[in-house]
């Protein structure tokens, strides 16, 4: 058996699903509407076409189990697609683990992380429509990297509007952006109402993803020729991953195992996650296999597990549908950790409803606690993680620290941390490996 699943050839699309996966034709129950923000009415096609193609619009409300993937998007993919499954085995034997650690490994796209399966199907769509301009909101900078990648692939200026806390501290991410041809504002800013609001109330602000949102909606709003790309929470964003998960089953079988018993990935918005575990969730849900999956969530921003299952804004301005998702309320400001694309206030409709179903479990893992996690991947596997994927790679730790079964264990890893390594080197300074 091989320890390691590599990718096909540069270019090839051998290895790429033909497919997005849909889970909401399989949920037991529909996953709760979308609502007009200002009739409170479930949202339709039209309602959403103002600031997404229409393609996305029909995606976004989509029923249907498998969408095709276009042929051109197949192509984009195949540069860095299918990635790398990893058997970790010396991640184990530090763990001193009896079960198998298998790593989803998305840091080998062109960005470092998984975001481009979704900004270059995003990009396509909208240059379908002859749109030359999208807006954005990012995090940590991988998600505004990714749009303004695909940007440049389909002739589309990218506007990204980065939290201001990641702004300030994570400067490559700015100049990847800028790099493939991005326009990269501090958020919040002077440059929209919904931006210099914030700024009067306080203008010591840190940011949030909220706060950029509702600017980079504005301004796809006021133009005509410009449409807003989100890089996660929405349903067609989580569709757009599920080439993640896809992969990892057949990665597996051809490994000779037949499903895994426990999938971690990091949530912030939830499209990582949901990429990775809707494929092996569609098991569970035709009974073919008892897979678990766990949510592994910054407990500076724990949406799902403290906060509330209700309707919600998307953004801090109250401009985006209303979405039925855990969410710690639109005004919540997270303390300025460095998994700046786990900074979120709510979680995807999508995920939170399989959540709320039981389908999935969800814990809070603290910033120490997630470096040191990471810090033991790269000393083992060699791998520096993204801050965000940290989280997951905690939680497994966590899990099989009091597990004493032999188990399959995937473990998502979103990205690389090679652009982060100043917060790991802030966390170094202080460093004392952990005892035992």
């Not at 697609?81 to 991640?91: E, F, N, Q």
């Not at 952006?177 to 929209?192: A, D, F, I, R």
């Not at 569970?284 to 597990?305: D, F, G, Q």
Request: charged share 15%.
């Amino acid at each position: 058996m091989s320890a390691y699943e590599a990718a096909p050839a540069a270019g090839s699309t051998a290895a790429v699903p033909t497919h997005w996966y849909n889970i909401a034709a399989d949920f037991p129950e529909p996953i709760p509407p979308h609502l007009h923000p200002g009739t409170k009415e479930p949202v339709t096609v039209e309602d959403l076409c103002g600031l997404f193609p229409r393609a996305l619009a029909e995606q976004e409300l989509s029923t249907e189990r498998y969408i095709q993937i276009p042929r051109e998007v197949r192509s984009v993919y195949g540069i860095w697609r299918g990635t790398p499954l990893i058997r970790a085995s010396r991640l184990e034997r530090a763990l001193g683990t009896a079960s198998q650690i298998f790593l989803k490994y998305e840091g080998v796209s062109p960005v470092g992380s998984h975001k481009p399966n979704s900004a270059v199907a995003q990009a396509y769509y909208n240059r379908e429509e002859a749109i030359t301009k999208l807006t954005t909101e990012t995090g940590a900078g991988q998600w505004g990297s990714s749009l303004a990648f695909a940007g440049s692939l389909f002739g589309i200026d990218v506007e990204v509007w980065q939290v201001r806390a990641s702004y300030e501290s994570k400067p490559y991410r700015r100049y990847l952006m800028e790099l493939y041809g991005g326009t990269v504002h501090s958020s919040p800013s002077e440059l929209t109402e919904a931006g210099r609001a914030i700024l009067e109330s306080d203008s010591e602000t840190t940011g949030s993803l909220g706060m950029a949102v509702s600017e980079a909606v504005e301004v796809a709003l006021k133009d005509p020729a410009a449409r807003y790309a989100l890089g996660s929470v929405l349903n067609h964003v989580a569709l757009h991953q599920t080439v993640i998960g896809q992969e990892t089953i057949a990665q597996l079988a051809r490994l000779g195992i037949g499903h895994a018993d426990v999938v971690f990935g990091c949530a912030g918005g939830g499209s990582n996650l949901a990429g990775l575990s809707f494929p092996f969730l569609r098991e569970v849900l035709m009974n073919k296999a008892k897979t678990r999956v766990i949510a592994a969530e910054p407990a500076a921003c724990p949406s799902l597990t403290q906060g509330e299952y209700r309707y919600d804004f998307g953004d801090f301005s109250g401009m985006t549908p209303l979405l039925k998702m855990y969410t710690l309320g639109k005004d919540f400001v997270p303390d300025p950790i460095h998994a700046g694309g786990l900074r979120y206030h709510g979680m995807a409709p999508a995920l939170s409803h399989a959540v709320h179903l039981g389908l999935v479990d969800a814990v809070a893992i603290e910033q120490t606690t997630a470096f040191h996690a990471g810090i033991l991947l790269a000393r083992t596997e060699g791998i520096v993680p993204a801050p965000e994927s940290t989280h997951a790679l905690a939680a497994a730790f966590q899990y099989l620290a009091h597990s004493d079964r032999a188990e399959t264990i995937v473990i998502g890893v979103s990205g690389h941390g090679q652009l982060d390594l100043p917060s790991y080197q802030g966390f170094l300074e202080s460093y004392q490996p952990p005892v035992g």
